[in-house]
């Protein structure tokens, strides 16, 4: 029962890191086209002046300029209106915020959009926070179940041994317990290996671990168990370098 309500919960929260995820993209794709529209009419502006001081090449590059930063927003507001229709925005919502920005006029609005823009992505990236944070610590429950497992492992040696199994972190260091032995885990070597034991037709996937005690292999005979483990590992790692490179 509380597996089914965490997992509306979390179906919640992803709706809500959807939708925020859509305004953002609606609010920058508004800004964008109003950036765009402004330096459109600038350099109208600026050509039909007649009282310019500028030189005939000086005018040129002037022109380009403002070309250039048209062109670069108006990919901004188009990538953006594609961004927002992936996240559930309508045809008709991201066509109302590209006329919106398209009526934009003056400093003072543009300012405008540029701090509600602001305020939604951040918005959207706590969201995120959030979401992740939320994950991890399913993950991390989840695991929690997993401590102490009776597995077959495989030695450096090559020899195979049925050990208590648990993976934690401390002090910024993965440990492998196995059993009364613990070694530091380095590294997580990509890919499943498939084999059977010499005497047994039934095939195991493999977990390849780089530790301190040499290369370890943790067996399994399901794929479910096989792949949350891995998951797990990959995660922990992943998180270490995260944290060290700060």
Known sequence: MDRIRRGCGRKREDIRLQTAQMHAALSVARLATAVARMVSNCQSESTNANNTIMTGIGKDEHRKMHAAIASAAALVAASCSEA?????????????????????????????????????????????????????????????????VRLPIRTPDGKIHIRMVSVHCKHDKIILNLGKEHNIIFDEHGGATDFSYPTDEHS??????????????????????????????????INKISRLSY
Request: glycine share 6%; hydrophobic share 40%.
């Open 204 to 237: 195991y996937h493999a977990i390849n671990l780089a530790t301190s005690g040499g290369n370890i292999q943790l067996l399994f005979e399901e794929h479910e168990q096989y792949s949350t483990w891995k998951s797990f590992i990959r995660y922990l790692i």
């Open 84 to 148: 927002a229709k992936l996240t559930g925005a309508s045809r008709e919502q991201i066509s109302t915020v590209i006329h919106m920005g398209m009526e934009t006029r003056s400093l003072g609005d543009l300012l405008m959009l540029t701090t509600s823009a602001a305020t939604c992505l951040k918005g959207a990236n706590a969201f995120k926070m959030r979401n992740r944070a939320i994950s991890n610590y399913a993950f991390e429950d989840l695991m929690s179940n997993q401590k102490d």
